[in-house]
């Protein structure tokens, strides 16, 4: 369970708080992506980077703000969000977004809370 | 669009016993990949298990097989000699588009009990 980690574990913030939250892969993958998780609904793909550059923006708000300064991390900066955005933020990784067939791993994820 | 719908949204089965969750999908692809990931309580999501869509022998995993119908666009898991470990949200996804990304169904709460 260590291929795909996440900090911090639990956020709380308040709305007007900037924040990040980071993943990290120890796999060597060339694709990672931020997924959003809320209670009885699917998961929300976010962004897909894929080496580094951004292939997929889901019509997220921008108080979202992806970076993905190499094919190791990924962050997510957070800022103004809503009581809405609550949520827990799942981080993936795997070999090529392309690869139909490839297996995503995720990470633990951040549980976060908007108050 | 292609949507994955999880009908059980909870489902219990006694230790030992046999289970099956369900997941049908809609598309207009021909080639993808049908997928179960399982998510323990507080734990990481993991694969299961996963389904070519041009193959027609189901894919099977030690205790964990798939009853793979293309035609009627279904895809279930089967979990057999269910153990208490398996308690967690199954998740079925699919992956069929141009850009290689997952489209899950809403899970479905598995409750292993002694």
């Known amino acids: 369970e260590t291929g795909v980690t996440q900090t911090p574990r639990h956020l709380v913030m308040g709305m007007t708080n900037k924040k990040s939250l980071k993943c990290e892969q120890h796999?060597?993958?060339?694709?990672m992506y931020w997924y959003k998780q809320s209670a009885k609904k699917p998961l929300e793909l976010m962004f897909v980077?894929?080496?580094?550059?951004?292939?997929e923006n889901n019509s997220v708000p921008s108080r979202f703000s992806p970076e993905c300064p190499n094919s190791s991390h990924l962050f997510l900066h957070l800022h103004t969000l809503q009581p809405e955005d609550s949520a827990l933020y799942l981080c993936?990784?795997?070999?090529?977004?392309?690869?139909?067939?490839?297996?995503?791993?995720f990470g633990p994820g951040t549980r976060l809370t908007v108050t | 669009a292609q949507t994955v719908t999880q009908s059980q949204p909870e489902m219990s089965v006694q230790e030992a016993e046999t289970v099956t969750l369900s997941c049908t999908y809609d598309t207009s692809e021909s080639n993808y990949y049908l997928f179960w990931y399982k998510q323990p309580p507080s734990r990481q999501m993991i694969l299961v298990i996963r389904q070519e869509a041009y193959k027609q022998q189901n894919a099977t995993e030690n205790r964990f097989s798939v009853n793979f119908q293309k035609a009627a666009k279904s895809f279930s898991l089967k979990i057999s000699d269910s153990q208490l470990g398996d308690t967690a949200m199954y998740f079925c996804a699919f992956n069929g588009g141009s850009q290689g990304n997952l489209i899950f169904g809403k899970g479905t709460k598995l409750s292993v009990k002694p």
């Open positions: 993936a990784s795997s070999h090529s977004h392309r690869d139909r067939r490839a297996e995503q791993y």
């Open positions: 980077y894929s080496l580094e550059e951004r292939v």
């Open positions: 796999l060597g993958h060339n694709a």
